[in-house]
């Protein structure tokens, strides 16, 4: 992973935690506290799944081919 690509990562993790955060305080503070949670835990939410479908699933995450096992 670049440099690059690390830096994207990292703003990626921010707006994904930052955004929802603030837009539930800012309803929550307009009187709309139910809203402001809905809001925030889709955000947070369609964040983890972009956070999944763009940098984990690609992930070769597999056991070693040559793992062997003893038989008693």
């Given at each position: 992973?670049?440099?690059?690509?690390?830096?994207?990562?990292?703003?990626?993790l921010v707006a994904i935690?930052?955004?929802?955060?603030?837009a539930n305080a800012v309803l929550s503070?307009?009187?709309?506290g139910t809203l402001g949670s809905?809001?925030?835990?889709v955000g947070y939410g369609s964040g983890a799944?972009?956070?999944?479908?763009?940098y984990i699933r690609p992930l070769n995450?597999?056991?070693?081919e040559s793992v062997e096992t003893e038989e008693e």
């Open positions: 992973m670049g440099r690059r690509d690390k830096i994207a990562f990292g703003l990626t935690i930052v955004i929802p955060g603030v503070q307009a009187g709309y809905v809001v925030w835990a799944l972009f956070i999944w479908y763009a995450i597999r056991a070693p």
